[in-house]
């Protein structure tokens, strides 16, 4: 192990920029995190049309004509139709990005864990131990495990769309909802490797909640800018995913909790 590498293990925290000078001081990293982009994106964006396609299909007639706008009253019926063509739009889209992201997050889950064993991998040489290596068994307990995030990333999205109707602070709470579940999708990847259940992963979350806002709070914010953050999130999820490995199994006894 050489004198930098000696100095990265002790700090408590590797900050972002140190995730992305590993990506790309390892070559094998660096074109399995394009690959990646390419399929997230590809992915995200296909299901996002199929997605918007399907719901113009089934409402877009209830937009098609605004009412008759004769009277005060009808003055306020066309402004509120109007408006809620305008919300409708608005809360369609934001929801068929999550929805097409989760499926390409499931999808695609394989290969992010694969990334993060590199990771891992690379960043601990000599002290890596890994209990199973790659066969199509891993392959389809990886994807299993994909779908299990993005099933419970519904609950979420569900769960976040109650919280937004609390005066004051629903929006607030969305965020805090929306970061911790960034960090679950990030560290499934080293927990899975290790067995954990998800709610040793959702014990780890509460117990160690200051790495979990400062793991989640950039992918969370990311994800929530409208129309490019199908392309950020394809963009930078393999930097998140590297970094939330690295970051973990640097601070974290890998075992599960209560073992």
């Known amino acids: 192990m050489n004198h930098g590498k000696a100095l990265d293990r002790h700090r408590k925290w590797l900050p972002l920029t140190f995730s992305l000078r590993f990506i790309f001081g390892n070559l094998n990293i660096l074109g399995l995190s394009l690959l990646l982009m390419f399929c997230t994106g590809f992915l995200t964006w296909l299901g996002y049309l199929v997605t918007i396609h399907f719901a113009d ?14 009277g005060i009253i009808g003055w306020f019926m066309v402004k509120g139709w109007w408006l809620l063509k305008f919300l409708f739009l608005i ?26 064993l590199s990771t891992e991998k690379k960043y601990l040489g000599e002290d890596f131990t890994a209990d199973e290596s790659f066969s199509w068994a891993v392959l389809i307990k990886d994807l299993v495990e994909g779908c299990k995030i993005g099933i419970f990333g519904l609950g979420v999205t569900i769960a976040a769309i109650f919280l937004n109707l609390i005066p004051v602070f629903g929006a607030g709470l969305v965020v805090l909802l929306y970061i911790f579940y960034s960090t679950l999708m990030f560290i499934d990847y080293p927990t ?36 490019i953050n199908i392309f950020l999130m394809a963009l930078l999820f393999p930097l998140f995913t590297v970094h939330a490995t690295l970051n973990f199994v640097k601070t974290t006894v890998v075992s599960e909790p209560g073992n």
């Open 192 to 227: 899975s490797r290790q067995h954990w259940s998800l709610g040793a992963k959702l014990g780890w979350l509460k117990e160690q909640w200051p790495k979990a806002l400062r793991l989640g709070w950039l992918p969370a914010l990311t994800s929530m800018i409208p129309v």
């Open 57 to 70: 299909g089934l409402t877009g007639h209830f937009f098609q004509q605004a009412p008759e706008s004769a």
């Open 91 to 116: 809360f369609s889209r934001v929801i068929a990005f999550y929805l097409a992201f989760l499926v390409s997050y499931s999808l695609t889950s394989p290969g992010y864990a694969f990334l993060s």
